[in-house]
């Protein structure tokens, strides 16, 4: 195996997503307006075969995790066809994340593929504000997804929820007892400024440490060891299943220990979620590159990440792509 991809502050990325597809069946308020999304066009999005090479390179530089975002992953046609490639590329971990609509139909052939585990975004557990932040009446067929990866064998299962200050903060304690009652782990993520509509201010943020504390005067926790995932996990006291995460993406950053790089739908490799800068991978690839000139590339890309996103600081500037641009 070749040297690890190490950056300039010592940070190694090890833990690679790849969105196949800027698509999405919902319209989620924080990640896309309503309507009048330009999509990518389908000759611009990465082929299988080209995801399939790229995470090869990636594997031999180090990284351990792969995850399939979007979008919304499962528009793609056969996706468990990549699922497979991957999987015989004995990719040591395999996840899906996905908003769950189409899962229940989708599940047993992606578990069958290789896929090892799925986070699913849920907003909100009742049906009138999960179809007002999705703009989608589409909260049962998630629930039977998500029942469908659990039959499938897919665990941990894990849920994320961007907690919004005035719009689903009053169910977070519905959440903790819904981790508690299925087993599933609820992370909830702090709600960022990635809306296209750009109407993400402060005031709507609400901190994990709220978080937490709401959860604890109901259910007290204890803090569980975990590796270089961003969630902050905790395990609740009284031994009950589930667990609750809590992703301090605005008021505790965990840049400084961030293992991540991205690869959009289109082939641009993006070294943080508010990169103002990409690397074209999709150009090497379609232009005759060696691995070793994409190697290069993707080395030189990585040394030149930056220290932090910057949210908290008078100079930020969003990213030119909404969240479903990116992937997540």
């Known amino acids: 195996m070749a040297a690890p991809l190490i950056d300039s502050f010592g940070r190694v990325a090890d833990d690679l997503r790849v969105s ?45 995790t792969v995850r399939l ?39 047993p052939e992606l578990a069958r593929a290789g896929l090892h585990r799925i986070n699913v ?12 932040m999705t703009r989608r009446d589409a909260l049962e067929q998630v629930m039977e997804g998500l029942r469908a990866a659990e039959a499938a064998g897919m665990h941990p299962i894990k849920l994320n929820c961007v907690v919004i200050r005035g719009t689903n903060d009053d169910e ?8 508690r009652t299925t087993g599933y782990e609820v992370r909830f993520i702090e709600y960022m400024p ?34 270089p995932e961003p969630a902050t996990m905790w395990r609740f006291a009284d031994a009950a299943p589930g667990a609750i995460g809590v992703i301090s993406s605005v008021t505790d950053p965990f840049c400084e220990a961030c293992n991540r790089v991205r690869i ?16 074209d991978l999709r150009a090497l ?34 990213p030119s792509r909404p969240m479903s641009g990116i992937g997540g």
């Open 285 to 318: 690839l379609r232009g005759g590159a060696s691995d070793k000139d994409i190697v290069e590339a993707i080395r030189a890309s990585v040394a030149g990440k930056w220290a932090g996103h910057k949210i908290n600081d008078p100079d930020f500037v969003r």
């Open 121 to 132: 975004s849920v907003d909100s557990l009742m049906r009138h504000r999960f179809a007002e």
């Open 172 to 179: 977070i304690i519905d959440f903790a007892k819904f981790s």
């Open 20 to 64: 196949v597809t800027d698509r999405c069946n919902f319209r989620c308020t924080y990640c896309m307006p309503a309507e009048g999304v330009p999509w990518l066009p389908r000759h611009d999005i990465l082929t299988f075969e080209e995801i399939d090479r790229l995470v090869g390179l990636f594997m031999e530089l180090g990284a351990r």
């Open 194 to 227: 990635l809306d296209p509509e750009e109407r993400w201010n402060r005031e709507t943020v609400v901190p994990s440490k709220e978080v937490l504390e709401i959860v604890a005067r109901a259910y007290p926790l204890e803090p569980i060891r975990h590796g």
């Open 69 to 107: 975002t979007g979008g919304e992953p499962l528009v793609r046609t056969d996706l468990a066809d990549l699922v497979q490639m991957l999987t015989a590329r004995g990719v040591p971990e395999l996840a899906l994340s996905t908003n769950g609509v189409l899962l229940a139909e989708r599940a």
């Open 264 to 279: 959009t739908s289109d082939g641009q490799l993006r070294t943080c979620l508010f990169a103002l800068e990409e690397t």
